[in-house]
């Protein structure tokens, strides 16, 4: 549904391009988790699909089309759920729904129906006429997603859409997101949660310094480097440890990634450690996980700057 292709911005003044040929596909029924450090990029590209910043270089075509055409076309085709709060706080849920869909050009019995079946789909009846400042936040973000949905967008670009939830919040976010992608919305996520992107992501995109570094499915990206053995003990160095793989050094609680050579075994490590004399605190083995994969990309976590 959207195809962008050698994207590249560089804001005035600036001396390096806050994206530098960014290329992504995102189909209809499927989600693609965005994710960058602060200053990777996001917000630039998030900018540029809700319309707010000028193209420079590359392309953006929806469904082959250019995206300003598209726009043009029919400007309610791509919604942005963004991460501050985009709605009223002066007034209620219901009237909140009501303006943004006059905005969007609904009238009446269309106009109405669209907000009763956001209001439904939010599950925001029993607020309607509540004060949307005086929201949770949970309910809060329920109202961003559901002002969001009011033109039913084929494109949906969510930025942080649980930033600052309680646990019960967050679930039924996701799982409303899900839905919507298995009704066929084509579904842009953005998140500092990395397990949210593992549970509802079909690819990912991984941007830092402006520029994609991994781009995929998310089941191939994960099992790309087989299992790896994750573990910690006093004494322990790469050393010890090489000759049974490849080292990554330590992450921030001192544990060691292992990548298996072939013929070597979780076992076989344990045991040349024993003999050694050091007493293993911590192991894991499997696969990757998508925060082990993206510091291993970035060489930081989510939330550092870049």
Known sequence: MLRVENLGHRYAGATADALHDVSLDVERGRVLGLLGPNGAGKTTLISHLAGTLALQRGRILVDGEPLAHARQRQPTQIAVAPQDYAFYGALSVAENLACFAAACRLDGAVRQARIDACIDFAQLARCAAVRADRLSGGLKRRLNLAIALLAQPQLLVLDEPTAGVDPQSRAFILEA??????????????????????????????????????????????????????????????????????????????????????????????????????????????????????????HHSLRDGS
């Open 177 to 298: 997101i899900a839905r919507l992608a298995r009704a066929g919305a084509a579904v842009i996520y953005t998140s500092h949660y990395m397990e949210e992107i593992e549970a509802i992501a079909d690819r990912v995109l991984i941007l830092d310094q402006g520029r994609s570094i991994c781009e995929g499915p998310l089941p191939e990206l994960l099992a790309a480097e087989g299992n790896v053995l994750r573990l910690s003990a006093p004494g322990l160095d790469e050393t010890l440890l090489s000759r049974h793989g490849t080292v990554e050094p330590p992450d921030r609680a001192g544990a060691w990634t292992l990548h298996l050579a072939a013929g070597s075994t979780p076992a076989g490590v344990l045991s040349d450690l024993e003999v050694r004399g050091l007493c293993v605190a911590q192991i894991a083995y499997g696969r990757r996980d998508l925060e082990q994969l993206f510091m291993a990309l970035t």
